[in-house]
């Protein structure tokens, strides 16, 4: 493929300053130079423009989503005001009944992929408790990094997992699903071989305050949930540990491959473990407002200088997911977190977070061509950086996204 320049009315590196009129050379996939469109046309005069866009800006990271359950639809708790406890078993509800084949499974996650790179998501972290082994991603679909979830909350369902964790293929990435459903050995051997294969490990964590009495006082919701699935068999509470950020820490399971998801319910010094560790934080707001956990302390991780990444989790608690009504979201709920952060969480924060920030999460040279060519009536009149930041992550979906690797 011969050179191209993309031009933009606004270039939005996200690790450098915004460019108005701004410009990038692309060659062989990869982004080679980046500036203003004066200094691009006189360095590279003879090179094929294309047509010039609002909006040049690196592709989104969804951290967080399970494609597996798109099938299922927005699932409501029982009752109102219910516990997430609730929420759960209304979901198993619809998992045990079984109502779909696997076909019909994999044709909504197909298109869960497809609506996902619409939105101009370019890597999708997926966890499911099943390989979707027929997933047959079409050209039109983020790249996935995809995590076999296991849990196991008893001695004997741990050692069933761990079992069937050494019967799979070494290929295979396992990551543990949350620590009030994966016991404490299985947690560590799930890691252990998440170390041993360099994957990612991602995890629910403290996404409601339940998780933290179980495991430190033996109560709270969870512990009955167990008891129906006669798997209360005193492998809770870990009496040794005084938080769940603690007890993930001394179980050596924090590391900088290792995605804390959600972390509703942290306090502060939770969070500075959280930050010594080098372990990642993902936060799905959206999904915490319709299971009504609370919001995670933005602020205090921005304090601890750990940048979130951000996820729609699934569409089971999540009726639109969608990262840009994510940002919008979190900076309504966050007015003094300004849309430059909110913007690199969404790009950024994932890419380091799936550690594939060589490729993706900015504008810079040597990128991944694939980044997203934006237009949106909602830009015309945008007049400052400060009003292109805003308007991008408050506006929702654009109305017109592609791609500059297309
Ligand atoms: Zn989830």
Redesign the pocket.
């Known amino acids: 493929m011969p050179p191209v320049i993309y031009r933009a009315l606004w270039v939005v590196p996200v690790t450098s300053p915004v460019i108005a009129d701004g410009a990038v050379l692309v060659h062989d996939g990869r982004i080679q130079d980046i500036g203003p469109w004066q200094d691009i046309q006189s360095k590279y005069s003879d090179v094929l423009v294309r047509e010039i866009v609002d909006v040049l800006m690196p592709g989104l990271v969804n951290a967080?989503m399970?494609l597996e359950l798109s099938v299922f639809g927005v699932t409501e708790p029982e009752k109102k005001e219910s516990t997430m406890c609730d929420w759960i078993r209304a979901l198993l509800k619809k998992r045990m009944a079984a109502p779909y084949t696997d076909a019909e499974i994999l044709a909504a996650a197909e298109l869960a992929a497809l609506d996902q790179y619409e939105s101009g998501v370019v890597l999708l972290l997926d966890?499911g408790n099943s390989q979707l082994s027929d997933f047959s991603p079409s050209a039109k679909t983020p790249e996935i990094i995809s995590l076999l979830e296991m849990l196991g909350p008893s001695k004997k369902a741990a050692q069933i997992a761990m079992k069937a964790l050494n019967a799979m293929p070494t290929d295979c990435a396992v990551t543990g699903h949350a620590p009030y459903s994966t016991a404490p050995e299985l947690l560590q051997y799930i890691k252990n071989d998440s170390r041993t294969k360099n994957t990612i490990f991602s995890l629910?964590v403290a996404e409601n305050p339940d998780e933290a009495l179980l495991l430190t006082h033996g109560k709270g919701c969870f512990v009955d949930f167990l008891k129906e699935r006669d798997a209360f068999d005193g492998t809770f509470p870990i009496t040794k540990s005084e938080s769940v950020i603690e007890y993930l820490h001394d179980s050596n399971l924090l590391d900088a491959n290792t995605i804390c998801?959600h972390c509703v319910h942290v306090d502060t010094n939770e969070i500075d473990i959280l930050a010594e560790s080098g372990s990642h934080v993902c936060l799905?707001p959206q999904?915490n407002k319709f299971l009504n956990v609370g919001e995670a302390p933005l602020y205090k991780f921005l304090d601890y200088s750990i940048l979130p990444c951000l996820g729609t989790?699934?569409i089971t608690?999540n009726p639109v997911p969608d990262m840009w009504q994510e940002m919008a979201l979190l900076s309504q709920r966050n007015h003094g977190v300004d849309a430059a952060t909110i913007l690199r969480m969404a790009t950024l924060g994932g890419a380091r977070a799936m550690q594939r920030e060589s490729d993706y999460g900015s504008l810079e040279n040597g990128r991944s061509a694939n980044f997203l060519l934006i237009q949106d009536k909602n830009l015309n009149y945008v007049q400052s950086e400060q009003e292109l930041l805003s308007a991008l992550i408050h506006m929702g979906r654009p109305g017109s996204i592609e791609r500059a690797c297309e």
């Open positions: 967080h399970h966890t629910h998801v799905c999904s989790d699934s608690s």
